[in-house]
């Protein structure tokens, strides 16, 4: 076999077993990552609720509201005790330690914390899975959010709880998730790059989705969270199935191991195993770059400035409509909110179907702002949507558009 065509199964010019059999081992931690981020939709969920007054003042002509509570002589008595809708919720964080009224910025909290720890793991573990390998990173990051996801379910304070709550962020929603996209990034060639990208968020959303479904069936936050955590064990095996950058390796001088991998990827592809002598450096070697650059390039020239500025922007818009939907979907939808919660999850799954095709067809940047112009659209739609009319159609539409 030439070094032609060892490069194209390397690089992905035709997909072999092996690397099918990576790439779903890399689509995991996606899978996890959507647990673990949208597990505040039902973890936290706010019930509806009222004061909880004693049983004479129902004689009173009282008025009872969420909050408070407008006694017979116009003065109002604030809640210190609620009664929460037990119809779709048997009980939250929200319930356990009373984060409505005056406390619910609490609940808030908990997901920007989780936020901020995706943006910290991010910040802290891309550098180091550039230096230390992507593998330790991938499975630290498992190990982490197995161990976290659980203690979360044992809390008895909100301060522990958020304290985890960005470790899972750390860990669940960039280490594990970055490393694996990463790993397939560099196991694969640029003609099944676009799709395979595509297939982690479908994963993502898949996660999203059992969220639902398990809080569907748990009512109790502390059980719920238990499972959620229980889904990352999935993951603990991936120190021996996953394998290693070549590409990192090579990079390191480690080209023994690199050809070890290599050799084990023809060979579970059943093509001819050996990989000679000298025939490394012609695969790996790439043309000779007589200056380096740096994060701070991409900010130097006018036009790439703002180039970099806009990619910026467009992920923060995404991130902001997407999240924003997906975690109040109880709020923004009338219904089950389990149910709801599902349909606004997969509601992006049939771009994640067709998008490949269109990115590589008609370019990046014409679609990107196509879909960003009809999701903006249908977020402004369903602001100045009467009270009263369905806001799903306009919602999942809006969501599509991520």
């Not at 194209?8 to 077993?17: A, Q």
């Not at 779903?24 to 505040?40: E, K, R, Y």
Request: net charge neutral; proline share 3%; aromatic share 12%.
């Amino acid at each position: 076999m030439d070094n032609n065509n060892k490069r194209e199964i390397w690089e992905g010019s035709s997909l072999g077993r092996y690397q099918i059999q990576q790439y779903v081992l890399h689509l995991l931690p996606a899978f996890t990552a959507g647990v673990h981020m949208l597990s505040q939709t039902t973890v936290g969920a706010t019930p509806d609720h009222k004061c909880s007054v004693p049983e004479e003042w129902y004689q009173e002509n009282v008025t009872i509201g969420e909050c408070s509570v407008q006694m017979k002589n116009g003065t109002e008595e604030p809640c210190s005790e609620w009664i929460y809708d037990t119809t779709y919720y048997g009980n939250t964080i929200v319930t356990d330690w009373s984060l409505v009224c005056g406390q619910r910025w609490m609940r808030a909290l908990s997901q920007s914390i989780l936020m901020f720890g995706v943006l910290c793991g991010a910040m802290i573990l891309g550098p180091l899975a550039d230096k230390y390998g992507r593998l330790k990173i991938l499975y630290f990051s498992c190990v982490m959010q197995a161990i976290f996801g659980v203690l979360a379910a044992f809390c008895h304070h909100y301060i522990p709880f958020f304290i985890i709550k960005w470790v899972l962020g750390v860990f669940g929603g960039a280490g594990a998730y970055m490393t694996g996209f990463v790993l397939t990034m560099e196991m694969v060639g640029r003609k099944h790059r676009t799709a395979m990208g595509f297939g982690f968020q479908a994963l993502f959303a898949f996660g999203a989705v059992a969220v639902a479904i398990w809080g569907y069936f748990i009512r109790n936050w502390k059980t719920l969270q238990l499972v959620y955590g229980l889904h990352s064990i999935i993951l603990l095996g991936h120190w021996w199935l996953v394998d290693e950058s070549v590409g990192w390796l090579y990079s390191q001088g480690r080209k023994d191991e690199a050809k070890a991998i290599l050799e084990k990827s023809l060979k579970v592809n059943k093509m001819e195993a050996e990989v000679k002598e000298g025939e490394m450096e012609t695969l790996f070697t790439a043309p000779k770059e007589t200056q380096s650059y740096g994060l701070l390039d991409l900010l130097k020239t006018p036009r790439m400035r703002l180039r970099t500025i806009n990619m910026c922007f467009n992920w923060f818009s995404n991130s902001l409509v997407y999240y924003g939907l997906l975690l109040n979907t109880d709020t923004l939808l009338s219904g089950n909110p389990y149910l709801m919660l599902a349909l606004v999850a997969s509601a992006d799954l049939p771009s994640y179907i067709f998008s490949p095709y269109l990115v590589d067809r008609f370019g990046r940047r014409s679609i990107t702002s196509i879909f960003m112009l009809i999701g903006g659209g249908a977020c402004i739609m369903a602001a100045f949507t009467p009270k009263g009319t369905s806001r799903k159609p306009v919602v999942q539409s809006c969501c599509s558009g991520d």
